[in-house]
């Protein structure tokens, strides 16, 4: 994923897809629960999955925009999303297509229900089943694996995103760091009153490069950590350019 930054505006938005276009009446009546903040004290205002939508529909928000539905909170991803991240994506999704097989989605950028104010788009899931068992977004105990991809969002992607995947027990979190080169694997989420949403994962390991990781619901399957990052520039052939450089 990339960057996000708290969008402090008076209406939410969601895609394009949603229940019927609202008018403002409807918005204006449909309000969220409010929360107050200690730090501020003002009142926020929370979403819920049904109004992120109905403000979409109602055009409040540019399409252009890229954003997630988290904890009654409309965040913006404000980073563009460079070659080097969304290459990893494509890269990445083939490579666990081919590791899980038969019974499982892999979905890309698409959102997942975490509950009726949480719908984040993480980079990579892997859901168990296929697209007719689903008439909505997939929900935490159909995710067999969430992977995000990180350049310039480490610390949102293995604190808030990692927290907030924890708290819906998701059981196998992968954070592909393309800055580090390589691979953090979380698993076991718990309760830890100081995490941002309550919880975190007891487990956590690194793997370089060279390292290969079995996800938890493909036992049989290894990836080698190097297949999920894009080359390094030496090696770089077909591989993704950064902007001034050509492919000899």
Known sequence: MSATDVIEREQPVGSAEGPPKAESSELKDSVGPETMDA???????????????????AGIFKSSERLELINGEVYEQVSPQSSLHAWSILISAEVLRRTFGPGYMVREEKPILISDESEPEPDIAVVKGSPGDFQDHPRPESLALVMEVSESSLAVDTRFKSSLYASEGIPDYWVLNLKQRNLEVRREPYPNPEAPFGYSYKQIHIYTESDR???LFAPEGEIQVKDLLPPLPEEAGSGPQTEGTESE
Do not use: L
């Open 213 to 215: 990781v079995t996800p």
């Open 39 to 57: 730090a501020s004290g003002y009142f926020r205002r929370r979403w819920t999955r049904k109004e992120f939508y109905m403000a979409a529909e």
